[in-house]
């Protein structure tokens, strides 16, 4: 124990003041502003549901404009941003060195954001794929794809020069994601498109994309940060490094045939809806081993939840983690999927992973990175409780209640006496209870926004006032 | 019965191997590397004294 104690102060002496961060900033701040435009997105969507002639006759905010829009700018804008940037700050860190190329960190993040703008105008403007999750016009997509090459260049050549040789699990996840990212996001966006691949071919495509965009995106970039942050949060070392490889590589088995489920009782062959449905299951592996090691860290450190927020969003994405991953498999069964498929139950489960699990995970990174590499204290802790208790009541409103609709959703359509109108009507409650859901969980968008951007400007002041007096 | 196979799933079949042989390659190097062996351990304590700002001011954000 003397010797890691020994090796681990001098590793904090050698990584002194080697870090610019200026990358970090820049994918953070961005990310951030994103999260609150497409934030104002969502609210409208919600609101159409309510009132379906809401802003109905302008094109651009049609429900099938929008939509697209809400989606790829929740994942692309927000999520992924904020959890390269999380990356841009930790890796350096765990490798003991400085950043390969802030200037390509930096050129990156500009590409991020022509990108994120370019989408913004085109599926306004109604230039889209109309693939789920895949929705962006091929010209944009091929910018993501250089964008994510300029990412993954860095992010290696920094792990490359790295001075231990042991690397820490969440280098393992984030290096799986920068992998498997190229393949799935090859295979949504452009082998869908490739000549002869129609109907279902495409659509098996599609899925197999979707549902891998969720699972070997952004499980492992999440869990790359719920595994760094929640030791450095809670000051405690995790339970066990080699649990955790276990779970990395279980993950790294089981997880890419998992997408036909979204396809069962559909015209695939029955071998490949069994075969998603059994690796549908075994997923509950890499998921316990991860929820266990999370919370056996945690152990004698639950007092803290108290006072810290970072650790709050950690602890509560990572029960989030647990509930959508017993989802997933259950889901999968042929039984449980003739009830729930297609039913607003899959956006109340995509919103649990996506929202609170994964963005609950890369808030708590934003809020514990923020303070530090603009060497100043949080804006404020009150305000950031706020932003955490109105993203955690607005998220359980809208996830139960689309759990709770989409099971009734998918009994009154598998009643042929009931016709389909009145399913819809029927789900009217539902969908105001969504709405003003979504209303809280805006306003905790808005807290955090202006809770992190303030913790910005009062660094860069402090940083320009030490800079007048010496 | 007949069960048709879509051109699509040989694609799918294709990139499964990729990625299973991938991350077996890996895993095996990894092995090799003693991430499972008896100091796998190290990484989970030297990553809690690689940040020099929480280093110096521990108590900036979390009391």
């Known amino acids: 124990m003397a010797t890691q104690q020994g090796s681990a102060s001098a590793a904090a002496l050698a990584n002194q003041d080697i870090h610019q961060d200026t990358t970090v900033k820049w994918f953070l701040l961005g990310a951030v502003g994103y999260f609150a435009i497409v934030g104002i997105i969502a609210l409208i969507i919600a609101a159409k549901f309510v009132w379906p002639q809401f802003l109905g006759t302008i094109p651009y905010f049609t429900y099938g404009r929008m939509r697209p829009l809400h989606v790829n700018g929740m994942l692309f804008g927000w999520l992924l941003a904020a959890d390269m940037g999380l990356a841009y700050y930790f890796v350096p860190r765990l490798c003991g060195v400085k950043l390969w190329s802030e200037k390509l960190g930096v050129a990156t993040s500009i590409l991020w954001n022509i990108i994120i703008i370019s989408a913004i105008f085109t599926l306004l403007g109604g230039y889209q794929k109309g693939f789920e999750y895949a929705d962006l016009p091929t010209p944009v997509a091929v910018l993501v794809v250089i964008a994510w090459v300029m990412f993954g260049f860095n992010i290696f050549a920094t792990i490359l020069t790295r001075k231990y040789n042991q690397m820490y699990v969440s280098t393992w996840y984030l290096m799986g994601t920068i992998l498997w990212t190229a393949f799935v996001y090859l295979t949504g966006n452009f082998a869908t498109l490739l000549p002869g691949i129609t109907g279902v071919n495409q659509a098996n495509l599609n899925w197999m994309y979707t549902h891998n965009a969720v699972g070997l995106i952004f499980t492992p970039a999440g869990l790359a940060v719920a595994y760094y942050f929640i030791p450095r949060a809670s000051n405690s070392p995790l339970y066990s490094h080699k649990l955790s490889m276990i779970g990395f590589w279980s993950l790294a088995f089981v997880y890419v045939w998992t997408g036909a489920h979204h396809m069962l009782h559909g015209p695939i062959s029955q071998w490949l809806q069994t075969i998603s449905i059994v690796f549908s299951v075994m997923l509950l592996i890499p998921v316990w081993a991860v929820v266990y090691n999370f919370i056996a860290t945690m152990k004698g450190q639950w007092h803290q939840l108290g006072d810290n927020v970072s650790l709050k969003f950690l602890m509560s994405g990572t029960i989030f983690y647990l509930l959508t991953c017993f989802q997933g498999p259950m889901h999968s069964l042929r039984s449980v999927n003739a009830i729930v498929s297609k039913t607003d139950w899959i956006p109340g489960h995509a919103h649990m992973a996506v929202l609170g699990t994964f963005s609950f995970l890369a808030m708590a990174g934003v809020y514990y990175v923020i303070p530090r590499i603009f060497k100043t204290t949080l804006h404020s802790e009150s305000l950031a409780n706020w932003s955490f208790w109105l993203f955690l009541i607005g998220g359980l409103g809208m996830f139960t209640a689309l759990w709770l609709g989409g099971f009734w959703q998918g009994w009154q359509w598998n009643n042929p006496s009931i016709p389909f109108i009145d399913t819809v009507v029927a789900l009217q409650p539902v969908w105001m209870v969504r709405f003003l859901s979504g209303i809280i969980i805006f306003l905790g968008i808005v807290l955090f926004m202006f809770n992190i951007v303030s913790t910005a400007i009062s660094g860069g002041r402090n940083a320009s006032e030490a800079t007048a007096r010496s | ?63």
């Open chain 2, 1 to 63: 019965m007949t069960d048709y196979t879509y051109p699509s799933v040989y694609f799918a079949y294709f990139l499964f191997a990729l990625l299973a042989g991938g991350a077996l390659f890996f895993f095996l190097r990894s092995l090799k590397d003693g991430y499972l062996g008896p100091n796998s351990e190290d990484p989970k304590y030297r990553m809690m004294h690689d940040d020099p700002d929480s280093e110096r001011n521990p108590a900036r954000h979390e009391k």
